[in-house]
């Protein structure tokens, strides 16, 4: 008998995995388990009209979203519930794996994991609001892979839905290998369902991961899904999609996200079309390397078009 499957869920990449391609990416392919937004965060003169745009109900159409907090202190990440709560999102996760030093350094994301006191004071806004489902997604340190230790028992006396661990340190960002053993040992003394993220690429990939790990509740995959957008449906359903049946649904993503971006994107051809190159930087590795090249050096949406009519 076959085990059953892992639920899959989209990780969240900022300029990559914006409501356009989730709500294109649940239509044309799917698979996945819960969507995740890329993080929203408060700044001096409140929240970007792109963030608050993002988590809209209007413009999400995913059947399960977990909309994503990036803060470095409860006041902060108050602010940003009071905004999800508005718009009716009550699954909200907080981001503490974020990797980038400019951010980081401001103990920000994974910045703040060298800081337990910082870390504590920040989930104490999951207990003060029980309404919402809160999970977190986080590294194993910043500087070395066993600053998770000292969060653990504040990890688990938090009441967490879950927790998504990217066996890296911050300091590494996506370079190196994943600490596959410090991943163990961090499940071992995690007391909530946990999720595997980091280097998911093939169904290989998976199927070595869920057999390493057996306790684990789902995988989170960025990079692989939008390298191979059909990968969670081909995990799911167990086979392999024809090259004609992936086309197909490769195109008919593209031309979600085209017609959504077309609709959103007030700033002209130019701007329309540097979105949409956006949209090969990955997936370009599924198609031929020459067509995603031509691709990448069109000028005008004409030209960009044929491209893709050579796909």
Same mark, same amino acid.
């Given at each position: 008998? +076959?085990?059953?499957?892992?639920?899959?869920?989209?990780?969240?990449?900022?300029?990559?995995?914006?409501? $356009?391609?989730?709500? $294109?990416?649940?239509? %044309?392919?799917?698979?996945i388990a819960e969507y995740y937004t890329p993080f929203v965060r408060y700044e001096k003169e409140g929240f970007r009209n792109k963030d608050v745009?993002?988590?809209?109900?209007?413009?999400?159409? @995913?059947?399960?979203?977990? @909309?994503?907090?990036? $803060? /470095? +202190?409860?006041?902060?990440?108050? $602010?940003?519930?009071?905004l999800f709560i508005e718009h009716d999102h009550h699954k909200v996760d907080? /981001?503490?794996?974020?990797?980038? &030093?400019?951010?980081?350094?401001?103990?920000?994301? %994974?910045?703040?994991?060298?800081? &337990? +006191?910082? @870390?504590?004071a920040l989930l104490e806004v999951v207990s003060k609001y029980p309404e919402i489902d809160f999970s977190v997604k986080m590294r194993l340190g910043w =500087?070395? &892979?066993n600053e998770w230790k000292a969060l653990m028992p504040i990890l688990n006396d938090t009441p967490l839905t879950q927790i998504t661990l990217h066996p890296r340190i911050g300091k590494q960002q996506y370079k190196g290998e994943v600490n596959l053993e410090a991943f163990e040992e961090f499940a071992n003394a995690c007391r909530h369902p946990l999720i595997y993220n980091g280097d998911v690429n093939t169904l290989e990939d998976m199927a070595r991961i869920a057999d390493r790990f057996k306790g684990i509740s789902g995988l989170m995959i960025g990079r692989g899904l939008l390298a191979n957008p059909a990968l969670a449906? =081909?995990?799911?359903? +167990?086979?392999?999609? %024809? =090259?004609e049946e992936f086309r197909r649904r490769l195109l008919q993503l593209h031309q979600e996200v085209l017609n959504q971006y077309t609709q959103q994107i007030e700033g002209g051809e130019a701007q329309l079309l540097n979105k949409m190159k956006t949209f090969w930087e990955y997936a370009g590795m599924a198609i031929n390397s020459k067509v995603a090249k031509r691709i990448q050096k069109s000028r005008h949406m004409d030209s960009y078009l044929q491209e893709i009519r050579n796909i």
């Open positions: 008998m +076959d085990s059953p499957k892992l639920p899959i869920y989209l990780a969240p990449l900022q300029g990559y995995t914006e409501a $356009a391609y989730r709500n $294109a990416h649940t239509i %044309s392919f799917g698979g745009r993002e988590i809209l109900p209007i413009n999400n159409r @995913v059947p399960q979203l977990r @909309v994503q907090l990036f $803060a /470095n +202190d409860a006041t902060k990440a108050e $602010a940003i519930l009071k907080i /981001n503490m794996g974020c990797p980038f &030093p400019m951010l980081a350094k401001r103990h920000n994301g %994974s910045g703040i994991l060298p800081y &337990p +006191d910082e @870390v504590k =500087e070395n &892979p449906l =081909e995990y799911q359903e +167990d086979r392999k999609l %024809s =090259e």
